[in-house]
């Protein structure tokens, strides 16, 4: 089934992290919406590759995306290679998006710096006749980067206000990832029982940029298109401009 929106990370909860409120606002709209991981997450300090699968698959459904596809290019050593570039130039072809999220291309963990450069190669060489991969030549219309740890000025802002609860909670389905009381797992920069607060902070941050509750930021080369500008800024200076989507008190 040919989907409109691919959500590609790293790794196993990337996605829900850092665009989650985008995936789960497309899918609400309607929009076919596919998630893929490019590893199995097998390097983490916390769980294992099948528990955090398991947790993927009902994060997904919480997210309502209509798949959820694995690759195993390797955790903590993601392979970029030709051929990795010409699987997922095929996985491109597959499932046929339109646009594609990818972690940006500078970014903490090397893994999501890769990602983000062989999400973004792959999904031009899929558009290319003569590849020699599976599948009639496809190209989406856009590659779009979401904000990992470092930041960056974003080219927009998703409002993901209405579905931010429904983000929260794909993040919290993978349980083996973040704080549990008691827990005799090793403690990373995701487990200490504040990371779930920064998320919401974050949110709140770039939400606050646009005028809304929250939103979720996102990087790409080329400008979107604004249809209504008016809508693009509405929010922004509501003391002067009341409007009913003010962010509330
Ligand atoms: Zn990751």
Redesign the pocket.
């Known amino acids: 089934m040919p989907c409109d929106l691919l959500a590609i ?3 196993p ?2 996605v829900e ?1 850092m665009c989650g409120g985008s995936v789960a606002k497309a899918a609400r709209a309607g929009r076919v919406v596919g998630l893929l991981d490019l590893t199995r ?1 097998e390097l983490g300090s916390r769980g294992d590759p099948e528990t955090r699968r398991a947790e993927s698959l009902e994060a997904a459904r919480i997210l309502g995306a209509a798949f959820r596809e694995a690759l195993d290019l390797g955790d903590g050593g993601l392979r970029t290679g030709r051929e990795e570039e010409l699987l997922l130039a095929a996985k491109i072809r597959e499932h046929h998006p339109r646009i594609v999220l990818a ?1 940006f291309r500078e970014a903490r ?1 090397p ?2 710096a890769r990602a983000g450069r062989l999400v973004s190669d792959a999904s031009f060489l899929a558009g290319l006749a003569k590849l020699g991969v599976p599948g009639p030549p496809h190209r989406p219309d856009r590659v779009v980067y979401y904000m ?1 740890r470092y930041l960056f000025l974003p080219s927009f802002v998703v409002d993901v206000s209405e579905v931010w609860e429904t983000k929260m909670a794909a993040i919290r389905a993978f349980g083996s990832q973040f704080h549990r009381e008691g827990s005799s797992e090793p403690r990373t920069h995701l487990s200490r029982p504040e990371f779930l607060g920064e998320i919401d902070a974050r949110g709140r941050f770039f939400g606050s940029q646009v005028g809304v509750r929250y939103g979720e930021a996102f990087f790409s080369e080329i400008a979107p298109k604004v249809d209504d500008l008016f809508a693009a800024f509405r929010g922004l200076e509501p003391s002067f401009n009341p409007v009913e989507d003010a962010i509330p008190e």
């Open positions: 990370g790293a790794h909860d990337d992290l997450g972690p963990h893994d999501h990992e």
